[in-house]
C-alpha cells in the first residue's frame, strides 16, 4: 500500500512515524516533508497549497491513500480534488474546513446551534470595529476571520491595545484578506485544554486531552508562537468534564455540520477553556494540532491507518480506538527569537537512539547534514508512567540535542503538575 502525507513540519513526523507501524504500507510520500521526515518517508518538493501537482504526484505514484494534515490545503479544498480522482484521504473536504478557514462562520454556527462560546461581534468594516470599541468590555480577544498560520489572534489587555489590533488587522492588512473580517470577542478565563477527535461525521472519538504552552517565554511570557511543547493528559479534563462537553459541545458540532450539509469527517480540534460557568470552545481546527499531535499519538495504542480509513468510510462506531493511560510529554527546540527573526542554516546533531522520539519539524539535508530552517526546529516527546517522569526525561534528551543557537522553555508541564497536585 502507498500513503501520501501532505504536510512538512513536526505534525506530519508524528502522523509519518505512527503510520509506519502498520506493516501493509510499503511506502510512504511527503509533500512537501522536510530534511528529518526523509528519514522515515519519501520527500517530494512539491508545496503543501499546489494541489495541482499533489493529484498529479497522487495519480502518477498510484496512492492508494492520502493524509492531508496542514490547515491551508484542506480549505483550499485538497480533499475533494484528490477525491475527484478517486483517491481516499483522511481529511474534510472543503466545504468542513470552513469550521477554521473562517472564524465568522465558526462563531455564527455555535450561535445558531447553541453550542457554549464567548460572546462575540462580527465587523466587515474597521471604523465601525473602532467605534464598537470604545464601549466594549476591556479586556478584549481580536481575531481575523481567515487562516492566519496560528497568530491571526490578539488579546487586547487596554482599548489601546484593541484599537491598534483593528487597525494592524482591517487597515495594515497584517493577515492580508484574512482580516477582511474580524471578530470581536468576549475575555474569558480559566485552564484551556486541547481535545482532538476522530469523527466520521456520525460519531465523535476524542483523543487523549493536551496542554499547549503557546507563549515564547517561560512563566507564559513573550509573544505568542505556533506553540512551544505540550503534556498529555490535561489534569484540568476530568471525566466530567469530559462527558459535559461530548453532551454540550462535540455531538451538537458535528450535528450542526451535517446540518448546515457540511458533514465533517477527519480530525476535528477543539480547543476549549473551563470558565467558572463551564467549558467554552475558544476554537476549532479542522485538522491535527501542532505540537498537540506530538505528545497525543504516540499514546495511541491503535492501528493509525485502520482509525483513518474508518473515518473515511464512516465506520469508525465500529473500530476501537484505544489509547494508553500514560503521559507524554514535549518539548520543542527553536531557533532563538523565534516567533520574530532568527538564524538559520545551523548544523543538527540527534542522538542515534533518540531518533525514534524527536519529530521534525523546521530542517533541510544538505550534504547528508541536517540543518535548521524553520523556526520551530524539533520536538521532543517522552512517555512515562508519571507526568513528572515524562517531563523529566523530554529535558534529558533535550540537553542531548545540538545546535547553534537553540531555544526551548523550561518549563513545559509545570503548570499541569501543579494542577494534578491540586486535583
Known amino acids: 500500500m502507498k500513503v501520501l502525507v501532505v504536510g512538512g513540519g513536526g505534525r506530519e513526523h508524528a502522523i509519518i512515524k505512527k503510520l509506519k507501524e502498520n506493516k501493509t504500507i510499503e511506502q510512504i510520500f511527503a509533500l512537501p516533508g522536510n530534511g528529518g521526515i526523509a528519514a522515515d518517508a519519501e520527500c517530494v518538493n512539491v508545496a503543501a497549497t499546489d494541489i495541482d501537482k499533489i493529484v498529479d504526484f497522487a495519480i502518477q ?22 477525491n475527484a480522482k478517486g483517491i481516499a484521504c483522511f481529511g474534510p473536504n472543503k466545504a468542513a474546513a470552513i469550521i477554521e478557514g473562517s472564524k465568522v462562520f465558526s462563531k455564527n454556527l455555535m450561535k445558531k446551534y447553541g453550542i457554549p462560546t464567548a460572546e462575540y461581534e462580527v465587523f466587515d468594516d474597521a471604523d465601525k470595529a473602532l467605534k464598537y ?21 490578539i488579546i487586547a489587555m487596554t482599548r489601546q491595545e484593541a484599537k491598534n489590533a483593528v487597525v494592524s488587522i482591517m487597515q495594515d492588512k497584517q493577515f492580508g484578506k484574512s482580516g477582511d473580517n474580524i471578530v470581536i470577542e468576549e475575555f474569558l478565563t480559566g485552564p484551556e485544554v486541547s481535545v482532538l477527535s476522530f469523527t466520521d461525521g456520525n460519531v465523535v472519538v476524542p483523543m487523549i486531552s493536551s496542554m499547549d504552552h503557546k507563549r515564547a517565554g517561560d512563566n507564559d511570557t513573550g509573544l505568542n508562537t505556533g506553540g512551544m511543547g505540550t503534556v498529555a493528559p490535561n489534569p484540568y479534563y476530568t471525566k466530567d468534564i469530559a462527558e459535559e462537553c461530548m453532551q454540550k459541545i462535540f455531538l451538537p458540532t458535528i450535528r450542526a455540520m451535517k446540518a448546515e450539509g457540511r458533514t465533517f469527517k477527519g480530525c476535528l480540534y477543539f480547543g476549549l477553556m473551563l470558565t467558572p460557568k463551564g467549558p467554552k470552545v475558544i476554537e476549532y481546527n479542522c485538522r491535527f494540532g501542532d505540537p498537540e499531535t506530538q505528545v497525543v499519538l504516540p499514546l495511541l495504542e491503535s492501528d493509525l491507518l485502520t482509525v483513518m480509513q474508518a473515518v473515511t468510510n464512516e465506520t469508525l462506531a465500529d473500530t476501537e480506538v484505544k489509547f494508553s493511560d500514560k503521559n507524554a510529554c514535549c518539548v520543542i527546540m527553536a531557533s532563538k527569537g523565534y516567533p520574530s527573526s532568527y538564524e538559520k542554516g545551523y548544523e543538527i546533531t540527534i542522538p542515534t537512539e533518540l531518533l525514534d522520539s524527536t519529530y521534525v519539524a523546521g530542517a533541510t539535508l544538505k550534504d547528508g547534514k541536517l540543518l535548521t530552517s524553520g523556526g520551530r526546529v524539533l520536538g521532543v516527546t517522552s512517555i512515562a508512567n508519571t507526568l513528572k517522569e515524562a517531563i523529566t526525561v523530554s529535558y534529558k534528551k533535550v540537553e542531548n540535542i545540538n545546535f547553534e543557537n537553540r531555544y526551548f522553555r523550561n518549563d513545559i508541564g509545570s503548570k499541569a503538575l501543579k494542577a494534578g497536585e491540586e486535583n
Open 61 to 82: 505514484s498510484q496512492i492508494d491513500y492520502a493524509v492531508v494534515a496542514p490547515d491551508d490545503p484542506l480549505v483550499l479544498g485538497c480533499v475533494d480534488a484528490l
Open 133 to 153: 470599541l470604545e464601549t466594549a468590555p476591556i479586556p478584549t480577544v481580536i481575531k481575523a476571520d481567515g487562516l492566519a498560520l496560528g497568530k491571526g489572534v
